[in-house]
């Protein structure tokens, strides 16, 4: 059994300490990266939303609360470590355990989920539900009204701020039934009018060169870079994010288990 006045303990000690020290910063880091990816700057949950699986926003959730979790927890291990009590090492290696099994879940599911947001995915959801005129029977269909409104509002907002339009571009809207053909004749408009060129009053610059496709006044490239590229970069970035911490965390309550059997009962 080691003596706590030695100085090789005191060392080892400092060295779980600071050890933990890194964790505690970690865990607030990546809080606040699952904070931004949760604040949705882009608005585009409720593209996730809709497509009936938003588990990366889940995963976003469950490493908010690991990254507090992980930062309460290192902060009462470097108390433990320094008082060099058993039973608070044994709290705070069963606390690491819990939050580190939370942590694993959290990063394989934002480091896999990335596969789900194929062009086809929000292909099928653009045509079904863009500009679909709201239901009638309230309150029992809230969330239908949910999704139809937020999907065309959400739509009109990145075509018009990235200039772009569609999925692939502005032949989605004439190669595919949708509920917009349905609304609106090819003849009048065959793509929405957040296709078209802007002013700098939100007034369409052509209306007739929009309307037959003539660059510059018809954006001709496609939106899914700025819808998947967003939750792709920053859904792999808390998963990696995510992984580190779990590398660093495990060799840290490795060195906390090896000093715990070290002192005296």
């Known amino acids: 059994m080691v003596a706590k006045s030695d100085i090789g303990v005191r060392c080892f000690q400092a060295f779980l300490a600071?050890?933990?020290?890194?964790?505690?910063?970690?865990?607030?880091?990546?809080?606040?990266?699952?904070?931004?990816?949760?604040?949705?700057?882009?608005?585009l949950y409720v593209l996730v939303y809709a497509t009936g699986n938003d588990s990366i926003w889940r995963a976003a959730w469950i490493g908010l609360f690991t990254g507090f979790a992980l930062f309460c927890t290192a902060v009462f291990g470097m108390?433990?470590?320094?008082?060099s009590k058993r039973g608070l090492l044994l709290v705070y290696i069963l606390l690491m355990i819990f939050i580190f099994a939370f942590e694993v879940a959290s990063a394989i599911t934002a480091a896999t989920h990335k596969d789900w947001f194929v062009p086809n995915l929000f292909l099928k959801q653009m045509l079904e539900n863009y500009n679909k005129p709201?239901?009638?029977?309230?309150?029992?269909?809230?969330?239908?009204?949910?999704?139809?409104?937020?999907?065309?509002?959400?739509?009109?907002?990145?075509?018009?701020?990235?200039?772009?339009?569609?999925?692939?571009?502005?032949?989605?809207?004439?190669?595919?039934?949708?509920?917009?053909?349905?609304?609106?004749?090819?003849?009048e408009?065959?793509?929405?009018?957040?296709?078209?060129?802007?002013?700098?009053?939100?007034?369409?610059?052509?209306?007739?060169?929009?309307?037959?496709?003539?660059?510059?006044?018809?954006?001709?490239?496609?939106?899914?870079?700025?819808?998947?590229?967003?939750?792709?970069?920053?859904?792999?970035?808390?998963?990696?994010?995510?992984?580190?911490?779990?590398?660093?965390t495990f060799f840290v309550v490795i060195g906390v288990m090896f000093y715990y059997t070290q002192l005296d009962s």
């Open 134 to 187: 709201l239901p009638q029977n309230l309150p029992s269909t809230q969330d239908e009204i949910y999704k139809n409104s937020g999907i065309t509002s959400t739509w009109n907002m990145i075509m018009t701020e990235y200039q772009c339009c569609g999925v692939y571009g502005p032949q989605d809207w004439l190669q595919y039934n949708s509920q917009f053909r349905q609304q609106n004749s090819d003849s």
């Open 189 to 248: 408009y065959p793509w929405p009018r957040q296709c078209c060129l802007q002013d700098g009053t939100g007034g369409i610059v052509n209306v007739n060169a929009c309307k037959i496709g003539v660059e510059p006044y018809l954006f001709t490239q496609g939106c899914y870079d700025y819808i998947a590229g967003p939750l792709i970069r920053q859904g792999l970035g808390v998963s990696w994010f995510g992984f580190a911490i779990l590398c660093w």
């Open 18 to 43: 600071w050890g933990n020290f890194v964790i505690a910063c970690c865990g607030l880091a990546l809080m606040a990266m699952c904070i931004f990816f949760i604040f949705d700057r882009d608005h």
């Open 79 to 83: 108390y433990a470590v320094l008082k």
